[in-house]
């Protein structure tokens, strides 16, 4: 005589193939076999009900645990977390100024999350920049900002959208707070035709609106920005233009002279140099006469800031705009930051600096690190929210990475599309006089 299949319980009658029904079969699913006794029927029926009734207890147990735990993770987080928290900050040091932005700020939990979630995207981003930069899926130049999060953040959190933002080749983390997303910046370094750019213009030439780049050349962005900043004026709409530079550029003869036109204009022209010590392999100290960058302006006043905290760079930030925009003419800041790859992916970075300088400042001066401490020991979040953060970004970094290198790239004949903004198309000469191309706007 068979035996009966054992299984799992089911909601569905399972047959074995002899067919009899399994113990797993719910409660009325099996009848008498011919020759069994009564008896035996019964303990089958007995046996199955005892199965099916361990089944809903086991079942109903875990739904309860995970109902629990919800509830829990739901309960301490509206234990544990505050709205806001004041926070002490580093003092800027002034020139030409009688007062400075405040020495405290409020963090509300919002905006701690935001600042976080930026500031992770923006290191992560760059990250995967340098892994698909020694894969070769990006080619020619790439300047990455990882460790100078908490300037590109911070300064974006000072500002309104509808201002003006223009800095050097050392952008991608202004083209992401600008608006840019990680897929479009990603894309647009692999040189592919979802790139901000249309594959076209790289690692130094992005663009998104109110967002000017992006710029190859050494301070070239000086004078431009002091442009932005005339036809804000000139408009009369209350808006303010970020010049962004590096202590390298800041010897530029033409950075002078945008200080001066500014000056002499009174342009709402904020000159920010973010400072990280090094213009590509030289030293501030070997390479500045004076490297108290935020006096350079000379007539114009000058904040030193800590670059490395963001709210430090917030406040500083809200106090120059809020002093451009009362018409008293342009302001210079000087970030004080740090960065913790070389001047470019051809640079190691540890040839005129040591890897112990290096992990000292990620070690005590980390922008993330000091963030995720001061809402941590406030409780405006917890480690377990804080870990989330970083596991969807992490997700959102490796899409997006999947999509730049798979993404086609631009098609031939668009080499000559965009070269204006709003024109009727043309020709324009290739490498030589039998290429052509069309340009259309």
């Known amino acids: 005589m068979s035996q009966c299949c054992a299984g799992p319980a089911s909601i569905t009658r399972v047959h074995c193939p002899d067919g009899a029904t399994c113990i797993g079969a719910p409660e009325g699913d099996a009848e008498p076999r011919p020759g069994l006794p009564a008896v035996v029927t019964g303990r089958r029926r007995h046996l199955q009900h005892s199965v099916k009734n361990m089944l809903a207890a086991f079942i109903s147990r875990v739904l309860r ?6 509830a829990r993770r739901v309960l301490v987080a509206s234990r544990k977390s505050s709205n806001d928290a004041t926070f002490e900050i580093k003092k800027c040091d002034l020139y030409l100024l009688e007062e400075g932005p405040p020495v405290t700020t409020v963090l509300t939990r919002a905006e701690g999350l935001k600042y976080y979630r930026m500031m ?10 340098d892994q698909l930069y020694k894969q070769k899926f990006i080619r020619g130049f790439c300047h990455l900002c990882d460790g100078q999060e908490a300037c590109c953040v911070g300064l974006e959190a000072g500002i309104n959208p509808s201002d003006h933002v223009i800095t050097s080749y050392r952008a991608h983390g202004v083209c992401y707070t600008r608006g840019l997303s ?7 370094l692999t040189g592919r035709r979802g790139g901000c750019a249309k594959g076209k213009g790289g690692s130094m030439h992005m663009y998104t609106k ?3 780049g992006g710029n190859g050349i ?4 000086g004078p431009l920005g002091a442009g932005i900043a005339l036809a804000c004026k000139y408009k009369g709409n209350d808006e303010i233009c970020l010049t962004l530079y590096g202590d390298g550029a800041a010897n530029q003869g033409q950075i002078a002279e945008a200080f001066n036109m500014a000056a002499l204009w009174k342009l709402p022209c ?3 140099c973010e400072n990280n ?3 590509m392999g030289t030293s501030t100290e070997r390479a500045a006469a004076s490297p108290d960058y935020y006096k350079r302006g000379n007539f114009i006043p000058g904040l030193k800031v800590d670059g490395m905290d963001v709210l430090c760079v917030r406040e500083a930030t809200k106090f120059a705009a809020n002093y451009c925009r009362s018409g008293k003419g342009p302001i210079l800041m000087e970030l004080q930051t740090y960065r913790y790859h070389g001047h470019s992916m051809s640079d190691p970075g540890v040839s005129y600096r040591t890897r112990e300088e290096i992990q000292e400042v990620r070690s005590k001066r980390d922008p993330i690190i000091i963030l995720q401490d001061r809402m941590v020991n406030s409780k405006l979040a917890t480690v377990e929210e804080l870990k989330e953060i970083g596991a969807e970004v992490r997700k959102e970094i490796d899409d997006a990475a999947q999509f730049a290198t798979t993404d086609p790239e631009p098609h031939l004949e668009e080499l000559g599309h965009h070269i204006y903004s709003s024109d009727s198309s043309f020709e324009v000469r290739g490498a030589n006089p039998w290429i052509k191309f069309k340009s259309v706007s």
Do not use: C, D, P, W
């Open 218 to 221: 050494v301070g070239a962005q």
């Open 210 to 212: 109110n967002f000017y």
């Open 270 to 272: 904020v000159f920010i």
């Open 65 to 70: 645990r995970v109902a629990q735990k919800s």
């Open 277 to 279: 010590l090094y213009g």
């Open 182 to 188: 990680v897929r479009s910046i990603l894309a647009e």
């Open 120 to 129: 992770l995207t923006v290191r992560r981003m760059e990250l995967k920049a």
